[in-house]
């Protein structure tokens, strides 16, 4: 671990200084004379550009086959055969299941108190009911825990002035005892073969069955789950932690997609267009819609029309719930006015009713009463009165401001705050049927804001559902939004910076072909622009990027995802993991600084020396059936192999500078007997200035 971190300070330093130097040499050639990039590299480019990295032997492949035809074929996904794919993500049901089936296998928290509290019953079915009997056993022992808890304040309140006098809760004799129970059976049942093994645990009660689920940790929980098929699997993790499978098994699916689809530049798009739809798996249901919303939504339209993936993801349950769209209801809407169920339209504000309190979006809490207008409701201390959290319904902006500002229009594009609201009136009744549960898209008419409204300078008719779908093709087909997404699309594929004539003629197309993806791309992948030789191995990796690349690179055995997905949240990029509905940044300097390069390096050393869990490197196949003898020989073999030979002389000395190292290369200068450390040399050249860019 100490060379790792001498080793990682050494050229980490570097790899900073470089890619800044790089940066800066950009900036002042910015108005240069697009120079041409050669033939010999523009294989390697569209490779580093159009994928998540090349893998050794794709450069001669697509050479052979054609710069132009290989990019033609990766704009049409469904003429490549991903069938090996799939084998590898069999592993994972609940990419296969709809949302209803993952709430139905994993129960979430609203589940499994409606459970506890006798409102619901348990599944019948064996697997799924030791998953749901574990949960229900945890929420009654937090609650008892909490209900200790406020006990022993209360006394210790009644008997001293100070809280910390109170005793914290302690687990019952019942639970402990079954988790010394647990600890006993444990060497027992890993010690079975698979199938018993799996029988034993089921057959617990569920009390200690919960117990041995917590007790293992580390290589004791890998051998618990060793050779179990994929359902036992998921069924033993998810007694500890249902929601974890769902979350985990998305973001393991993911990786593996970027790292073995031969349809690259769909799962490049797919995570371009997720990153610009962005959801946060951590806000409640989202962990559960996530994976139809990646699957469903983005990856079928990443290629299509704009306004076709701009309208699905409005509609789906995953943004709905995340920008809060789901529960917008109108100020003038039968379910603001408190008009009845099946009430008479309009005419319903003249009926005899109670009054109604809501909440509009600043917290404010009003009352409307029979026919007139809306009130504030004060409260004792002539405060507004505060009221349960399912009644703080009202107009949410939420979503109508980000999907100008952020999806289409851009923070430039020409609309003002009325805009705002006029949209977050016409998407009003676009909710969710039972979101806790899994339910798709509907629109409620009750929620919808009556009456016409005027929008981006337009008369938008009275006409339910058909409004928001009205606004939706006008954002997606605005000037404003051809421009904002042509830009966006140029600075994945491009610069930071993309050159504002390149942008231009993508938006012209993208006006021009009614938003259609391919043509805008096709636009982008044939300018000179994008073959400019200054952009050559200029544009920063993300983790993301940087982690798949060198899985790809060294053509990586990947049996365990979970350690990559780990490392990736080391790195500060935890897939489905940014919060506010920005994404990542794809700029360098979000990502170039010392301490996130250092950590790169470390990866790049576990992965080159094999000591990454889950994911074995294979060192010697990129070294050739006769592995050099000599340090130097192997670095300048797997430069060649990893970098195409692109690799400045200050890397280069800087890595033979280690090499001279004993404990580096393994073997002392006087002593070649011992064969140079493979792995080592490997991964210093993963962590290289080189390989951090593309």
Known sequence: ????????????????????????????????????????????????????????????????????????????PEKIDDSALEARLAPFRTLQMSTREIVENFPPPAVIKAIAEGKQ??????????????????????????????DAAASGNAN??????????QASDAQREARMYAELQAGEVLDLPPDQRYAAIMRMPPDERDALARSMKGEDREQMLSDLTPQQRETLMALNNPQQVVANEVAQGKLVRAIYSERQLQEVMSDFWFNHFNVFINKGPDRYLITSYERDVIRPRALGKFKDLLLATAQSPAMLFYLDNWQSVGPDSAVAMGMPEHGNGRSGLNNNRPPRIYTDRYGNVYMRGGNGPAHPQAG??????????????????????????????????GYTQKDVTELAKILTGW???????????????RMHEPGKKFFLGHVIKENGEKEGQQVIAMLASHPSTARFISRKLAMRF???????????RMAQTFL??????????????????????????????????????????????????????????????????????TGYSMKAETWVNSAALLNRMNFALTLGNGKMRGATADTQALLGANP?????????????????????????????????????????????AREPNYGVITGLILGSPEFQRR
């Open 494 to 504: 491009v610069s930071d910076n993309p050159p504002q004539p390149l942008v231009d």
């Open 1 to 76: 671990m100490r060379l790792h971190r001498r080793l990682a300070a050494a050229v980490a330093v570097l790899a900073l200084g470089a890619t800044l130097v790089g940066a800066a040499a950009k900036k002042k050639q910015k108005n240069a004379e697009i120079g041409t990039m050669p033939s010999d590299k523009r294989a390697l480019h569209a490779l580093n550009r159009l994928t998540f990295g090349p893998r050794p032997g794709d450069v001669e492949r697509v050479q052979k086959m054609g710069v132009e035809r290989w990019i033609e074929l990766q704009l049409n």
């Open 512 to 581: 021009q072909s009614d938003g259609d993806i391919r043509d805008v791309l096709r636009t982008l992948f044939s300018s000179p622009e994008f073959w400019a030789a200054e952009d050559y191995r200029a544009k920063v990796k993300t983790p993301l990027e940087f982690v798949a690349s060198a899985a790809r690179a060294t053509q990586a055995d990947v049996t365990n995802p979970m350690p990559l997905v780990q490392t990736l949240n080391k790195l500060g990029m935890p897939l489905y993991g940014m919060q506010p509905p």
């Open 628 to 672: 050099p003898a000599d340090a130097g020989a192997a670095l300048t073999t797997l430069e060649n192999t990893l970098l195409h030979g692109d690799v400045s002389p200050q890397t280069h000395q800087a890595i033979s500078r280690q090499l001279d190292d004993p404990q580096v290369t393994g073997r002392r200068l006087d002593d070649p």
């Open 431 to 445: 909710t969710i049927q039972e979101p806790r549960r899994g339910g798709n898209f509907e629109f409620n008419e």
């Open 160 to 169: 001293s002035n100070n809280p910390g006098d109170a005793m914290p809760p």
């Open 380 to 413: 004792p201390n002539g405060s507004p009165q505060k009221q349960k959290k399912q009644e703080r319904r009202g107009l949410n902006e939420n979503y109508a401001r980000e999907i100008m500002e952020l999806h289409t229009l851009g923070v430039d594009g």
């Open 121 to 150: 019953s348990l599944p019948s079915d064996p697997a799924k009911r030791a998953v749901y009997q574990s949960a229900v056993a945890r929420y009654d022992e937090k609650k008892e825990r909490k209900a200790e808890a406020g």
